[in-house]
């Protein structure tokens, strides 16, 4: 499976915990996206990386949260002291230079249940 | 002001017919792409179809086609021929070109709920 991957795709932690997700983006692609999306709400966005470069940080990441891509491949959104209001889906998704229209692709998403 | 409005939360049809799922945008910039994704219920976001600002004709992809009004700034899908599998979350975004921030990103609206009925 050459797409976005995420894992892990469930997470049911308390509350004050931390938790990592890990995205592993479609290999050629330089641009890397993060973003949440909470029931019946459109994916909001997070966070954007070009290669290993972190360009953009939506205010919605509070100091709580932190996203790293080493080395440009893989990236990891970490939240700390997790919180009921953290709960939703974790979207990842990727883009490359070799497609025009600028279209991102999406992994399954994780999602995180804060108790 | 939201940058893109879903107007209607749920929508209804019955197999084999069209349905138009509305989107509105708003944007200062010239230079502007929108995008629509499926979400079924496994969670995955699916693009479906893009309109570039510039295009001179409407997109379309299969039994996909976007009906774009520049003046009106309205984006709608048009979904031909329902399917049963067609019955998920659809959501309009729009990427804009000279944001000041990254233009590469999207924003997406709150999206519709679409269920073909058999």
């Known amino acids: 499976d050459t797409g976005v991957s995420q894992n892990p795709r469930h997470k049911i932690t308390k509350r004050g915990q931390n938790v990592t997700f890990r995205c592993d983006p479609i290999?050629?692609?330089?641009?890397l996206y993060w973003y949440r999306q909470t029931l019946g709400q459109g994916p909001e966005f997070l966070t954007y990386?070009?290669?290993?470069?972190?360009?953009?940080k939506s205010r919605l990441l509070s100091d709580r949260f932190s996203a790293e891509r080493p080395k440009g491949s893989f990236s990891t959104l970490e939240i700390q002291r997790t919180e009921q209001g953290d709960s939703a889906m974790y979207l990842c998704?990727?883009?490359?230079?070799?497609?025009?229209?600028?279209?991102?692709?999406f992994g399954e998403g994780s999602r995180l249940t804060v108790l | 002001a939201q940058k893109i409005t879903q107007t209607q939360p749920g929508m209804f049809v019955q197999e084999k017919e069209a349905v138009t799922l509305d989107c509105t945008y708003d944007?200062?910039?010239?230079?502007?792409?929108l995008f629509w994704y499926k979400q079924p219920s496994s969670g995955e976001m699916i693009f479906l179809i893009y309109?570039?600002?510039?295009?001179?004709q409407n997109a379309t992809e299969g039994r996909y086609s976007l009906n774009f009004q520049k003046a009106r700034k309205s984006a709608n899908l048009v979904i031909s021929a329902s399917q049963l599998g067609d019955s998920a979350m659809y959501f309009c975004?729009?990427?804009?070109?000279?944001?000041?921030?990254?233009?590469?990103?999207?924003?997406f609206g709150k999206g519709t709920l679409l269920t073909v009925n058999p």
């Open positions: 975004a729009m990427r804009e070109f000279n944001s000041g921030g990254s233009n590469y990103k999207l924003t």
């Open positions: 944007t200062s910039d010239p230079s502007y792409g």
């Open positions: 998704a990727s883009s490359g230079q070799g497609v025009s229209t600028g279209e991102l692709f």
């Open positions: 990386f070009q290669n290993e470069a972190q360009l953009e």
């Open positions: 290999s050629e692609h330089n641009r």
């Open positions: 309109q570039g600002s510039y295009d001179q």
